[in-house]
């Protein structure tokens, strides 16, 4: 049976009501309005609420990954500038939207990660996913002898993202793209050889 209304488009607006707004600020009639879909429609694809933000956090996460795996994939730099350049786009990326949204992952983890299983399990599915592919990178850049070998590559992935995500979150707050250019600077000063 074909449907009027394709998942991913209503996925995709998704991101965009809950990356702006919260999920708590966001109900279900908002939801419907700005997705043009009738709730009978809505329930044809999904539980709840909470099974809509679970599937637009995964179909987010996984674009995302397949996203820095054709960046990293497509770059011609060595492996540390080749991150040191992801982090750079990245900054640039939330600069140019004047650091209203951020990321949707980072953002619902926040929120309803600590009180909400599904979401918050669901979000940390799709880190580990982003984990791995920059640990990936890492590796290649300790067997290439520029960044240290002091600490695992999942580990020293973690350290860059979490870091990343922590500076990011200020920036919602400053407006200003100053602590993520520390950060870059200490950060990649610090996991060079």
């Not at 997705?35 to 809505?42: D, E, L, N, T």
């Not at 990326?93 to 918050?120: K, Q």
């Not at 990178?137 to 240290?148: A, R, S, V, Y």
Request: aromatic letters at 14%; glycine letters at 8%; hydrophobic letters at 35%.
């Amino acid at each position: 049976m074909g449907y009027k209304y394709k998942i991913e488009d209503i996925l995709n607006v998704g991101y965009d009501i809950f990356r702006k707004n919260g999920y708590h600020n966001v109900g279900i009639n908002q939801i419907l309005k700005e997705c043009g879909i009738p709730k009978g429609s809505f329930y044809n694809f999904f539980k709840s609420k909470e099974d809509f933000a679970q599937q637009v956090i995964n179909q987010y996460g996984l674009s995302n990954q397949k996203w820095m795996e054709d960046f990293f994939k497509e770059s011609k730099l060595t492996p540390i500038e080749s991150l040191k350049y992801f982090y750079s786009t990245v900054m640039n990326m939330n600069e140019e939207d004047n650091y209203a949204g951020g990321c949707l992952i980072n953002n619902m983890s926040m929120e309803v990660g600590r009180n909400n299983d599904n979401l918050g399990s669901e979000a940390n599915q799709q880190f580990i996913g982003w984990l791995n592919v920059l640990a990936s990178i890492i590796k290649k850049g300790q067997q290439l002898g520029e960044i240290t070998t002091e600490y695992t590559s999942l580990e020293l992935a973690e350290y860059l993202h979490a870091g990343f995500y922590g500076t990011l979150s200020r920036t919602k707050v400053t407006r200003s793209r100053v602590y993520m250019d520390i950060w870059l600077d200490i950060t990649f000063n610090f996991i060079k050889t």
